[in-house]
């Protein structure tokens, strides 16, 4: 079975840093399109960055300048390094992995094969 579990959460003062982890087993996602989406309570679920097999990127127009997505194939790890974090980016975070012709940040969530169980990310003085 395939198994994404992502780490790295917690809570920050404003302005501070996280560095997510989403490790998975079960399968080698270097093929795959895999992505960050976040939701925060009484919102939808967005997506915040994605990255391709070729490692193409692409950011949500709010984090754009603040988050970097990577990924690690060797380590079938996927990451995403937050810095200068918001209060509006409290929210549980979710990495997600899908064979996809395009691989961006608005592709939609239904288009993903697997989910991670998600980490919380709370911002708060």
């Known amino acids: 079975a395939i198994e994404m579990v992502e780490s790295g959460g917690g809570s920050v003062q404003p302005g501070g840093s996280l560095r997510l982890s989403c490790v998975i087993s079960?399968?080698?996602?270097?093929?795959?399109?895999m992505a960050w989406f976040r939701q925060a309570p009484g919102k939808e679920r967005e997506g915040v960055a994605a990255i391709s097999s070729d490692g193409s990127t692409d950011y949500a127009d709010s984090v754009k300048g603040r988050f970097t997505i990577s990924r690690d194939n060797a380590k079938n790890s996927l990451y995403l390094q937050m810095n200068n974090l918001k209060p509006e980016d409290i929210a549980t975070y979710s990495c997600?992995?899908?064979?996809?012709?395009?691989?961006?940040?608005?592709?939609?969530?239904?288009?993903?094969?697997?989910w991670g169980q998600g980490t919380q990310v709370t911002v708060s003085s």
């Open positions: 997600a992995a899908g064979i996809l012709y395009d691989c961006f940040v608005d592709t939609s969530p239904y288009g993903f094969n697997y």
């Open positions: 079960g399968k080698t996602l270097s093929r795959y399109c």
